[in-house]
């Protein structure tokens, strides 16, 4: 490669760093950026509920928020965690290095995922202004209706979840399309599927899953909506409606949903824990067929969550028998990421950390989940701080954790600086303090006795001393997570570059550049095999050369485009006429720019 | 490096599997769609037979101490349905006529096409009107809800179909679809192939099974 | 720096005693004894199936955690990066190994899988007629109790002879909720236009708290109910003194009871209590049956003691307790909630 190198040559080629470069851009990595810091806000609202419920929940009859907005709260924080947190953080990561890790030069339709930004940040949003009208939503994440329909809720708070999350519907569905497309389709020259990162495979499975489950969440909200705004009956009673029907949409969609939001983390550990072992991955193939039978048989699992509603002995055992077989594949992930570490060369960086921390407790998570795959079990635990600690287990100590390794492994190719390892380190210590004191005793109070979504207790029932011990965990979460702001903070003002292969990575994302230029890669590369990057330092015989930064001249890139934006507000606009009752006029302006955002959209050169 | 750069300058183009990336995209998207109609479709099997009030799809019911007839008029609906299936045919000969070039069979049929449509769309019109003409408004009970949802999004999702076949009807008579760009309607024709195939499901589930 | 590793190295030389004494404390906050809401401590032959599986269930993950979180830990460490270190052997996996540990997840699940099955069709069994049937009934936010063999209707206490099935049909009037007897079953949703049934045969007598586990709205936090089993003889002789009617004071010309009387009179009329609560035995109306409240332990679904200060406390504004409960309570005098409070404690 005969290059001359520009040694300061701006990284992009549609240049500027304005607000109007960010809102008409189509680059991926922007993109990503622009997921992950709205998606990090979002965390922070989701923390900060999180921390008044244990608050509130720190001492027996405590009035520190009244019932209704404690109702507001909890709905708010899994809502937010979920749709407004994990699985946008984790979409920065698909935006960011999906394209990176195949040797690609952005995603298959870049305009279509400024589109899907827009739409979820207006959702988002959204979701999040009820707060503004003393309306947050209330029905907790999962709606249940009977008590979500009109009689029971008649205010705003369940027509700002139902519209929000039909929102965040279309931004998922939209970007899920658009990664299947770039996973089939933009693969380096060479790159067969079975060559591909593990973070992408899990991320394509994960996009799968996006596909089939959103569509049946979106007809539940649908109905719901319908039901509230025109008086139909699809889970009115009096109507012959039933609300048990809701469940099953629900879960239908709610336990694909679980593996939307741990599939990615387990993509990000199984890059982590191979870079700091010095060890390719143990079992490649195992680790992509038993992720894509998780999700697979995490169809069939639904009604596990329904066990309390009397579904019958034959259904019951179903769906018991369904769940346990899903012990089995993620037991052999969990075995493979040993068999990973197991004879390396185990350096303890911060991510490595993070990943190491994401196995321990994701075995807590899984075993306590094999323990309520029982029916007669579940009767008793269903429903108690049992199922939350559970649930954390596996969603903060197995997401979150992945999500921060990524984050601290992964910035130095965004940022091109590295985050601090001390603050690191002390961010992780804390994070497992914090996270353990919060959520091991919830085990224990649950097994106890104490029901979930309860605004307080009785002193009567002794559970002041574990829930006091759970409210001072989850303050030390809190600061774990001011320490990695200030090490954000602190790392924006260094003025330390990164080199572009920090780690002594074995995926392509480290053969350029750090931050990457625009187009990515100069020329696309070839690959052979697995740990496309790995390959070529041993057919070099060591390290390669740091690579240079150089002129995209003649490199084809997409032109920046507001077109997805306008799209976008016309989709959120005419959603948004669904609030409060069915505004003609605001669906017509809505459809207006949508239609207006389209057309123009096609006939623009892209 | 700027001359290496030069020479993949159209590798834009470059699919691993040669699939274009917008043809496999709609077909991404039509499996999601597939399980947004199953979930519809289900809603409606599920609440089949469970009303509490008429009017009733299949059978006699009473108003008021009178019999009234059965709601759905199957003749004018099967004739509706043989007319979309009809559609399907007509805009493969309509792409056929764009990938080969011929001006005048991509223009006829795709009007062709798009005439069955708008008369689906209008039969689905009169028979909504129809309906509430004979009282059976939307809330009215759990029957005219699943119903009028269901079929209400198929509909929906025709007229979509429609604006977007205009739209390259509009694009073709300004003489812009060359053979190379038969793309265009390629993937507006699996998006109106697979409108049809949703409605045979929904024709014998809602129509024909008693 | 030999200074900080010393005084580190004293430091850590307390960690062991620290955990030691952790130990105790660990086993306090574990033992059902103190916790009266419990699912540890089954009292009836439901609850003991459900825990024969979680205990079967807890010795399994127990003994998979050790021996998997301990690989885990001694990969850590047996692996760690040390000067001189040799580059790894690039292994890449091993089929006989990953097939090993496929397949034993597989026995061990077997293991929890049969007597769940079994379990599950045991207890979906319907108990005979000779059982003594209870209609739950769920409401925003109490529960209320028919028993159609006795003839009675009554809300907040669930009471239950010992030694005898004990088949519940549940139901609810406005949204769902979901029924929970941990010390003697597990729990059951409730629907509207539904039943569900949960049975259980208690073997010991005791008063058990027990609250909604169903997300059911404002006041979800506050809808419990006490679980009350007592001897058969017991259980029989409360069942018919409930069914006697409640005292009539519009008659009494006693001084002694001229404040039951005045209560009842505002009871009845200006209190307006009476459009929503019941005070015969067999009469549901839209409130709580209050036949008998004047013997109840509890007051406001299972959450105050049933003192005078409380039940005055109660009358005067429920919405300070519970804020959004549907209990609506006209203006009333201090002096005329006394009466009220009088009236009520009469009826037992």
Known sequence: MATTALEHAPAHTHGGTGLWSWITTVDHKRIGILYGASAFLFFLMGGIEALIIRLQLGSPNNTLVSPDVYNQLFTMHGTTMIFLGVMPLSAMFFNYFIPLQLGARDVAFPRLNAFSYWVFLFGGLLINVSWLFGAAPNGGWFGYANLTTRQYSPGLNIDFWTVGLQILGVASLAAAVNFFVTVVNLRAPGMKMMHMPMFVWMSFITQILLLLSFPIITVALILLMIDRTFGTHFFVPSGGGDPILWQHLFWLFGHPEVYILILPSFGIVSEILPVFSRKPLFGYAAMVFSGAFIAFVGFGVWAHHMFATGMGPFADAFFSLATMIIAIPTGVKIFNWIGTVWGGRVEFKTPMMFALGFIAMFIMGGLSGVMHSSPPADLQQTDTYFIVAHFHYVLFGGAIFAISGGAYYWWPKMFGKMLDEGLGKIHFWLMLIGFNLTFFPMHIVGLQGMPRRVYTYSDELNFTLLNRLETVGSLILGLAFLVFIWNILKTWKSDQKAPADPWNGATLEWAIPSPPQEFNFPTLPQVHGRDALWEMKRERGGSVPEPQRVSGAGIHMPNPSIKPFIAALGVGITLTGFIGGSHLPVHLVGLAILFYGIYSWAFEPA | MADTAHAHADDHHYTATGIDNRKLAIWTFIGSECMFFASLIGTYLVYKGRDIVGPKPHAEWMLNGAPQEQMLEIPLVTFGTALLLFSSFFIVLALNGAQRGNRKQLIGWLIATIFCGVFFVGMQVYEFSHFLHRGMGYTTNLFSSTFYTLTGFHGTHVTLGLIWLISVLVVALRGKLPPEKALNLEIAALYWHFVDVVWIVIFPVVYLIR | ?348
């Open chain 3, 1 to 348: 720096m030999p200074d900080q590793t010393a005084s580190r190295r004293r430091l850590f030389r307390h960690v062991p005693a620290c955990l030691l004494a952790l130990i105790p404390l660990a086993l306090a906050a574990c033992s059902p004894d103190q916790y009266p809401q419990t699912t540890l401590h089954p009292r009836a032959d439901y609850a003991r199936e459900a825990d024969h599986i979680f205990r079967v269930t807890l010795i399994a993950a127990t003994v998979v955690f050790v021996l998997v979180e301990g690989a885990l830990l001694l990969a850590m460490w047996k692996f760690r990066n040390r000067p001189g270190a040799p580059e790894p052997v690039q292994t890449h996996g091993n089929t006989t190994l990953e097939i090993v540990w496929t397949i034993i997840p597989a026995f061990i699940l077997a293991m929890i899988a049969v007597p769940t099955v079994r379990t599950i069709f045991k207890t979906a069994t319907k108990p005979g007629s000779d059982a003594l049937q209870v209609e739950v009934i769920g409401h925003q936010w109490w529960w209320e109790f028919r028993y159609p063999q006795l003839g009675i209707t009554t809300a907040g206490e669930l009471k239950v002879p010992v030694g005898r099935t004990v088949n519940l049909e549940m139901t609810t009037k406005d949204v769902l909720h979901s029924f929970w007897v941990p010390a003697f079953a597990g729990k059951r949703d409730v629907f509207p236009n539904r039943f569900n049934n949960l049975w259980f045969k208690a073997e010991v007598a005791g008063n058990f708290p027990a609250q909604c586990v169903e997300f059911c709205g404002i006041q979800h936090g506050r809808m419990a109910y006490r679980i009350i089993s007592m001897d058969s003889t017991e259980f029989d002789a409360w069942a018919k003194d409930f069914n006697s009617p409640p005292p009539d004071f519009s008659t009494d010309t006693t001084a002694a009871n001229a404040q039951a009387k005045a209560g009842e009179a505002i009871f009845k009329g200006k209190g307006a209590c009476m459009g929503c609560h019941s005070m015969y035995p067999a009469l549901p109306l839209t409130g709580p049956n209050l036949h008998h409240i004047g013997t109840r332990s509890y007051i406001a679904a299972g959450t105050l003691h049933n003192t005078d200060e409380n039940l005055a406390r109660w009358i005067k504004n429920p919405q300070a307790w519970k804020q959004g409960s549907l209990m609506i309570v006209p203006p009333l005098t201090d002096e005329e909630i006394a009466s009220v409070v009088a009236y009520l404690r009469a009826n037992k």
